[in-house]
């Protein structure tokens, strides 16, 4: 019985048909962009040789989300969220055809393919706060964190099993071959959004433009919980992202071969994996912020082993380490926001948290590549984690809500279920 409150919980799957629809279709989708992800560094590595540019993928991921995110959580917080997503499910859609078409032609520049990157990212700046906003729909409260950590699995399955079938795609086949791929599993991400049900807006919708915008940012300022949350979140990726110094340590260590740079991002998915596979340990520990506050702290102790290691396994190691670190953090930050935002703010909190949990690292990813150019890779390495252990500390310091945070909360105004 102790074993099996410590392995994750599938309850939801079973509970919740249009649940079990979105993560499957998710899970799917999850996978191609992954591929992709190691099909646009290794092209603009090969385009550049700098880990500059290849720093630039995420800036240019990075961009969309916050000059658009808040106003697209906004807008998640006025329409029906079901149908803004398949819209934008659909751009993102179409922005894969069109990197496998220049991928296939050959002729595009490394800044036409950051171009298209970005333009994708409009699509996800839309498309995220609202598919964040459909778990707390679909599933009861006590059920919320077990969803949470089957959607982490999905992502981190994707993640371990991608990248190194897109470098293998790419070493084969090509870049183009690898970004239809993606585009191909979208038809995936269509299934899950189909089954979902109406998801019209609370009866006081957000205020139109700028407003319903400052009313978000309002709550975030007066909610010491959630902010806590979230500059946690910010210590962890701004300031010690290590993904854009990967194809620079795949060529000082295994030759720049396309085929092993996926290792890296396989070796921290599986310590996602395997963290979220024993979920159970944690996602029923009653006060998520410190889980939070722990894992993020963990993350930025094993880049810095990361850094310092000169053996290649030992390294790998330490990727899987940081990864089990990251999926705790993450999964207790989602609890913590999911369980203390009221349903009429949800999609203008849920952009806020993506903005932090996705343009963050593709921020921390243009700081490494920076500081790696100026200095070395295991100076960039080194001096993210310790600056990470050091932010981290002082937030779980200052912000003794975060460290009180209970898993549930009655800011919940609306009733759960589908």
Same mark, same amino acid.
């Given at each position: /019985?102790?074993?099996?409150?410590?392995?994750?919980?599938?309850?939801? %799957?079973?509970?919740?048909?249009?649940?079990?629809?979105?993560?499957?279709?998710?899970?799917?989708?999850? !996978?191609?962009?992954? /591929?992709? &992800?190691?099909?646009?560094?290794?092209?603009?590595?090969?385009?550049?040789?700098?880990?500059?540019?290849?720093?630039?993928? #995420? =800036?240019?991921?990075?961009?969309?989300?916050?000059?658009?995110?808040? !106003?697209?959580?906004?807008? *998640?917080?006025?329409?029906?969220?079901?149908?803004?997503?398949?819209?934008?499910?659909? #751009?993102?859609?179409?922005?894969?055809?069109? =990197? @496998? &078409?220049?991928?296939?032609?050959?002729?595009?520049? +490394?800044?036409?393919?950051?171009?298209?990157?970005?333009?994708q990212s409009c699509f996800v700046a839309g498309g995220g706060p609202a598919s964040r906003t459909f778990i707390p729909h679909l599933l009861?409260?006590?059920?919320?964190? +077990?969803?949470?950590?089957?959607?982490?699995? @999905?992502?981190?399955?994707?993640? &371990?099993?991608?990248?190194?079938?897109?470098? %293998?795609?790419?070493?084969?086949?090509?870049?183009?071959?690898?970004?239809?791929?993606?585009?191909?599993?979208?038809?995936? @991400?269509?299934? #899950? $959004?189909?089954?979902?049900?109406? /998801?019209?807006?609370?009866?006081?919708?957000?205020?139109?433009?700028?407003?319903?915008?400052?009313?978000?940012? $309002? !709550?975030?300022?007066?909610?010491? *919980?959630?902010?806590?949350?979230? %500059?946690?979140?910010?210590?962890?990726?701004?300031?010690?992202?290590?993904?854009? =110094? !990967?194809?620079?340590?795949? @060529?000082?260590?295994f030759g720049g071969d396309p085929r092993t740079l996926g290792l890296f991002l396989t070796a921290i998915a599986v310590g996602g994996v395997?963290?979220?596979?024993?979920?159970?340990?944690?996602?029923?520990?009653?006060?998520?912020?410190?889980?939070?506050?722990?894992g993020s702290a963990t993350w930025g102790l094993a880049l810095t082993l990361f850094g310092t290691s000169s053996n290649r396994w030992l390294?790998?190691?330490?990727?899987?380490?940081?990864?089990? +670190?990251?999926?705790?953090?993450?999964?207790?930050?989602?609890?913590?926001?999911?369980?203390?935002?009221?349903?009429?703010?949800?999609?203008?909190?849920?952009?806020?948290?993506?903005?932090?949990?996705?343009?963050?690292?593709?921020? #921390?990813?243009?700081?490494?590549?920076?500081?790696?150019? +100026?200095?070395?890779?295991?100076?960039?390495?080194?001096?993210?984690?310790?600056?990470?252990?050091?932010?981290?500390?002082?937030?779980?310091?200052?912000?003794?809500?975060?460290?009180?945070?209970?898993?549930?909360?009655?800011?919940?105004?609306?009733?759960?279920?589908?």
């Amino acid at each position: /019985m102790g074993l099996k409150r410590t392995l994750i919980d599938v309850a939801p %799957l079973r509970s919740s048909p249009p649940f079990r629809r979105l993560w499957i279709g998710q899970t799917l989708s999850g !996978f191609g962009s992954q /591929m992709t &992800l190691v099909a646009v560094m290794y092209q603009v590595w090969r385009m550049t040789e700098s880990a500059t540019w290849t720093g630039a993928v #995420g =800036l240019a991921q990075a961009v969309p989300l916050i000059v658009l995110g808040l !106003f697209a959580g906004s807008l *998640v917080d006025r329409v029906d969220r079901r149908k803004f997503y398949l819209l934008t499910t659909s #751009g993102q859609a179409a922005c894969s055809l069109l =990197l @496998a &078409l220049q991928g296939f032609l050959g002729q595009f520049p +490394a800044a036409g393919v950051l171009g298209l990157v970005a333009l994708q990212s409009c699509f996800v700046a839309g498309g995220g706060p609202a598919s964040r906003t459909f778990i707390p729909h679909l599933l009861p409260e006590h059920q919320l964190a +077990a969803g949470l950590a089957l959607t982490r699995i @999905a992502f981190q399955g994707a993640m &371990l099993l991608g990248p190194a079938l897109g470098g %293998l795609i790419v070493g084969g086949l090509g870049v183009g071959t690898c970004y239809l791929i993606d585009a191909l599993t979208f038809a995936a @991400a269509f299934y #899950g $959004a189909f089954g979902l049900p109406q /998801m019209k807006p609370a009866d006081e919708p957000a205020r139109p433009g700028l407003r319903g915008v400052l009313d978000g940012l $309002a !709550f975030l300022g007066r909610t010491p *919980v959630i902010r806590g949350a979230l %500059l946690t979140d910010l210590a962890a990726t701004v300031l010690s992202m290590p993904i854009s =110094l !990967f194809p620079l340590v795949n @060529a000082e260590r295994f030759g720049g071969d396309p085929r092993t740079l996926g290792l890296f991002l396989t070796a921290i998915a599986v310590g996602g994996v395997a963290a979220s596979l024993f979920s159970g340990s944690f996602t029923r520990f009653p006060r998520p912020g410190l889980v939070m506050l722990g894992g993020s702290a963990t993350w930025g102790l094993a880049l810095t082993l990361f850094g310092t290691s000169s053996n290649r396994w030992l390294g790998l190691g330490f990727l899987v380490m940081a990864g089990a +670190a990251d999926t705790v953090s993450v999964v207790s930050r989602s609890t913590v926001v999911q369980t203390h935002t009221p349903h009429e703010l949800l999609g203008r909190v849920s952009a806020a948290e993506q903005i932090v949990g996705q343009a963050g690292p593709d921020i #921390g990813n243009m700081r490494g590549g920076l500081v790696a150019d +100026a200095s070395s890779g295991s100076a960039a390495l080194v001096s993210g984690g310790l600056l990470c252990l050091a932010a981290v500390a002082v937030v779980g310091a200052t912000t003794a809500d975060l460290r009180s945070s209970s898993a549930s909360s009655s800011a919940r105004t609306a009733p759960a279920g589908p």
